[in-house]
C-alpha cells in the first residue's frame, strides 16, 4: 500500500528504512536506517536451513548493498543476544566495516565470542550501553536504549530520533510484568515518546495470530518444579541455552531440590558462563559438576542440562538418543523434559528424538499441555499495549512471516492506525518516511547467502542445486573420447551413483551415444574454429556443456529423472579411427556392453582381461571436466587406455580409467 505523492512531498527530508532479513520468515534480522549520507544497521542475525539446502550450516542475508555503501555505515546497534539477531556480525565483519557496534552486555559478552572464533575482533569496536542510554551514530540518528523484556536477558527496545521524526523499534519483545531477573520492561519510557508523538513503529510481530497476552516467564516454574520435585532417579532437561531466564529457574530448581547440575553442549557451557559473569544468572559455584563426576552421584541427586531442544542432530541430547554420546547413557528411569516448543521446520526432528528417548523407556515430559515453555513474543494484547503506549502516526510489522505480518497490520488497524497508514514488506523493500508520509520505494538486493560448516565457504545457488540432484536423482558420468576432426572414436561409458532407472546399461549407452553424435554432427562448427594448416580449436568445455544438457533433456524424457550430469571428454589426435556407434553395429555391441557389464561386478582376475585400446593423446592433454566444482587432479598420461567392445581391437590391460 502506498500514499500517493506530490513532487514536492517526495523531495521533503526522507528516511529510508530497508529491512535486508527478518521479514516473511523468522531468522536473520538485518535493518538498515539511512539519512543523507548515513547509513545505521539495526541487528544482523541468521537463520537456519531449511530442507533441502544440503550442507549449509547458516543462512544469512546477502549484504552487496551494504558492501557497496561501507563508505556510508556510521555504526551498528544490537538489541539483543540472540543468534538471529547477531549471528551474522562475525561473517559480515569478514566484508565490511562497521566502526563500532552498541548493544547489551550479554549481547555484546557473547558477540565478542563469536568475533574471537571468527578472528574479526580487530574490524570493529563493541560498546555496551545501559538502560536509557543514548548514543549518536552519524549525524542523523540518536538512539536510546530501552529496556524490554524477552526470554532473554538484557533486552531492549530502541527509541530512534532521526530528523523527520521519531521510530519506536520494538526489537523482540513480550510485556512479562514479573521478570525472573528483576528488570522491569521500563514501559514509562515508550509512554514517554508516545507522548512526544511518534512517527513510525516497527514491531515484533512472531506471535501476531495468537490471541490474548504471552504468559509470564514465571508461569513455567511451578510446572518445572512439580516434575523436577516428583522424579525419583535422574532428570535430564532440555531448552534453548539462551533462554537465559528459564535456565536460571531450572538451576533454582536444581538447588531446591538438592541436585547436582551437569552441562552438555557448546552453547549450555558459554551462555552460562557470560550470564553469570555479568550476573544475569545467580548461582554457587558448586552446583556444577563436570560430567565425567556427576555419574559417580546418586541419580536422584543429579540434573543434567543440555541443548538439543530443537533436534539438532549433533546436539547432546539427540546423540544421547541415538546412543552415540560417550558420557551419557538413558537410563530407564530418567524423566526428560522439553522446556521448549519446536521452531516450525524442526518440529520433526523434535518428534523423533522424543520417540527415540521413549523407545529406550525414559519418562518424556513434552508438549504445550504440560506448562513448561512460554514464548518471549508478546501475542495480540501485548501487540495492542505496544500500539498504545507507543500511538504512532504509521505502522510496520516486522520479524514475521507475511501471515504474521498481516495480522499484526489486523491489530493496529483495530487500534485506529489507518490502513494507508500502515505497510507490509519484505526484505529488500526501502520504506521511505517523511514527517507526514509512509510509502514503499525502490528495492535494493536483497536474498541469501548460505555458509558450510565451516561458516567460511559460501554454498552457491548453483552448487546447492547440484546437491539437492545429487540427494534426489544421483548422478551420472558419462566419458566421451572425441577426435579433434569430430567424431566419436570409441563408445561412450557411463558410470551411475545412486540413479533409480528402468533402463539398462546397454539402453544408456545408446542414448548417450545418440545425443553425442547428434552434437558432433550438428554443432562440431560452432564449436570449433579452423585456422589455415593448423590443427582446428575445440571449445572441448561447451562440448561437454552440450552434451551434458542433451542428455539431462533425455532423461527427463525417457525416465523422467534430473540426475547431476556429468560429461568428461577425453580429446583424440586428427586421424584415430572413427567408432560408428551402436546404431551401425546394434548386435555386436550389445554383446560387447553385456560382456563389460559382466566384468565390471566380477572379481580382479577378470578385470585384467578388459578390452581396451590404447589412444595415442599428446602428454599435455586433460581430460577437461565442467560440472564438477573441482577438477580432476590427476593428470592423463601419455597413453590413454580404453575401453571398447570386444573384437574391435588388440588385447591390453585396463588402467587409467577403470
Ligand atoms: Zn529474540
Ligand atoms: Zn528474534
Same mark, same amino acid.
Given at each position: ?9 517526495? !523531495? ?21 536506517f ?6 545505521m544497521?539495526v ?34 546497534i ?5 543468534? /538471529? ?31 574471537? +572464533?571468527?578472528?574479526?575482533? /580487530? ?18 540518528f540518536k538512539v536510546e ?13 530502541l527509541a530512534i530520533t532521526t530528523?523527520?521524526?521519531v521510530i519506536i523499534f ?36 512472531? &506471535? ?21 520435585? $516428583?522424579?525419583?532417579?535422574? #532428570? ?33 557451557? &558459554? ?26 552421584? @546418586? ?10 531442544? $530443537? ?10 538418543? %541415538? ?58 494484547? /501485548? ?8 500511538? @504512532? ?7 514475521? +512471516? ?5 495480522? *499484526? ?62 540427494? $534426489? ?31 539398462? *546399461? ?18 562440431? !562448427? ?22 551434458? #544438457?542433451?542428455?539431462?533433456? %533425455? ?77 580432476? @587432479? ?25
Amino acid at each position: 500500500m502506498t500514499i500517493s505523492q506530490s513532487p514536492e512531498q517526495i !523531495k521533503k527530508p526522507t528516511l529510508r528504512v530497508i529491512p535486508l532479513g527478518g521479514l516473511h520468515e523468522i531468522g536473520k534480522n538485518t535493518c538498515v536506517f539511512e539519512y543523507g549520507d548515513d547509513l545505521m544497521l539495526v541487528d544482523a542475525g541468521l537463520a537456519f536451513p531449511s530442507d533441502g539446502m544440503h550442507g549449509v550450516n547458516v543462512v544469512l542475508p546477502d549484504t552487496s548493498y551494504l558492501q557497496e555503501n561501507q563508505r556510508r555505515i556510521r555504526g551498528m546497534i544490537v538489541t539483543h543476544g540472540h543468534e /538471529d539477531h547477531i549471528g551474522g556480525i562475525p561473517h559480515h565483519l569478514k566484508n565490511f566495516t562497521i566502526p563500532v557496534i552498541y548493544g547489551p552486555r550479554l549481547a555484546m559478552s557473547m558477540l565478542e565470542g563469536k568475533m574471537e +572464533e571468527a578472528g574479526v575482533t /580487530d574490524r570493529t569496536v563493541i560498546k555496551t550501553v545501559n538502560p536509557r542510554e543514548t548514543v549518536q551514530v552519524g549525524q542523523h540518528f540518536k538512539v536510546e536504549f530501552i529496556r524490554n523484556t524477552h526470554s532473554i536477558a538484557d533486552s531492549f527496545s530502541l527509541a530512534i530520533t532521526t530528523p523527520v521524526g521519531v521510530i519506536i523499534f520494538t526489537g523482540d519483545f513480550k510485556f512479562d510484568h514479573t521478570p525472573v531477573d528483576g528488570e522491569y520492561f521500563d514501559i514509562q519510557r515508550i509512554a514517554h515518546y508516545g507522548e512526544r508523538g511518534v512517527l513510525c513503529l516497527f514491531s515484533d510481530s512472531t &506471535n501476531a495470530e495468537l490471541p490474548g497476552f504471552t504468559s509470564p516467564e514465571r508461569a513455567v516454574f511451578p510446572n518445572l518444579a512439580r516434575h523436577i520435585g $516428583q522424579a525419583k532417579h535422574r #532428570v535430564i532437561l532440555t531448552t534453548f541455552a539462551s533462554s537465559t531466564h528459564r535456565v536460571a529457574m531450572i538451576l533454582e530448581l536444581a538447588l531446591k531440590y538438592g541436585r547436582k547440575v551437569g552441562l552438555l553442549g557448546r552453547s549450555m557451557l &558459554n551462555v552460562i558462563s557470560k550470564a553469570r559473569e555479568l550476573g544475569y544468572i545467580r548461582c554457587p559455584d558448586d552446583l556444577f559438576v563436570p560430567i565425567k563426576q556427576i555419574r559417580d552421584l @546418586p541419580d536422584r541427586e543429579t540434573l543434567l542440562l543440555m541443548t538439543g531442544s $530443537q533436534g539438532e542432530p549433533l546436539a547432546a541430547l539427540s546423540r544421547i538418543s %541415538r546412543g552415540e554420546h560417550p558420557q551419557v547413557q538413558v537410563k530407564p528411569t530418567d524423566t526428560i523434559i522439553f522446556s521448549a516448543s519446536p521452531i516450525p521446520g524442526n518440529t520433526i526432528s523434535v518428534v523423533h528424538t522424543i520417540d527415540r528417548l521413549m523407545i529406550l523407556g525414559a519418562k518424556v515430559i513434552y508438549g504445550k499441555g504440560e506448562g513448561i515453555h512460554v514464548s518471549g513474543h508478546g501475542s495480540q494484547e /501485548d501487540e495492542k499495549l505496544m500500539l498504545a503506549l507507543a500511538r @504512532p502516526k504509521y505502522f510496520v510489522p516486522v520479524h514475521g +512471516e507475511h501471515r504474521m505480518l498481516v495480522a *499484526h497490520a489486523k491489530t493496529a488497524h483495530s487500534m485506529g492506525v489507518p490502513p494507508d497508514h500502515t505497510l507490509i514488506i519484505d526484505n529488500g523493500d526501502i520504506v521511505e518516511l517523511t514527517c507526514d508520509s509512509i510509502r514503499k520505494g525502490d528495492t535494493v538486493k536483497s536474498g541469501i547467502e548460505l555458509l558450510d560448516a565451516s561458516r567460511n565457504g559460501i554454498v552457491d545457488s548453483r552448487v546447492l542445486k547440484e546437491r539437492q540432484q545429487l540427494a $534426489q536423482d544421483g548422478i551420472v558420468t558419462v566419458l566421451a573420447v572425441i577426435s579433434m576432426d569430430g567424431h566419436i572414436t570409441a563408445p561412450p561409458r557411463i558410470n551411475l551413483r545412486g540413479v533409480v532407472t528402468t533402463a539398462d *546399461h546397454y539402453k544408456m549407452t545408446s542414448w548417450a551415444e545418440k545425443e553425442i553424435i547428434w552434437i558432433l554432427d550438428n554443432r562440431w !562448427k560452432q564449436l570449433t574454429r579452423n585456422i589455415e594448416g593448423k590443427v582446428p580449436e575445440v571449445d572441448w568445455v561447451g562440448v561437454q556443456r552440450e552434451i551434458e #544438457v542433451a542428455i539431462q533433456r %533425455r532423461l527427463r524424457r525417457e525416465l523422467q529423472v534430473e540426475p547431476l550430469i556429468i560429461c568428461l571428454v577425453q580429446p583424440a589426435p586428427i586421424g584415430t579411427p572413427e567408432y560408428k556407434g551402436s546404431v551401425q553395429s546394434e548386435t555386436d555391441n550389445r554383446i560387447a556392453v553385456r560382456n563389460r557389464i559382466a566384468r565390471d561386478t566380477s572379481t580382479k582376475e577378470s578385470t585384467r582381461s578388459r578390452e581396451v585400446v590404447r589412444l595415442n593423446v599428446p602428454p599435455t592433454d586433460d581430460i577437461i571436466t565442467t560440472s564438477s566444482t573441482t577438477s580432476i @587432479p590427476a593428470k592423463v598420461g601419455t597413453d590413454l587406455e580404453f575401453e571398447i567392445p570386444v573384437g574391435r581391437t588388440r588385447r591390453r590391460r585396463s588402467a587409467a580409467l577403470s
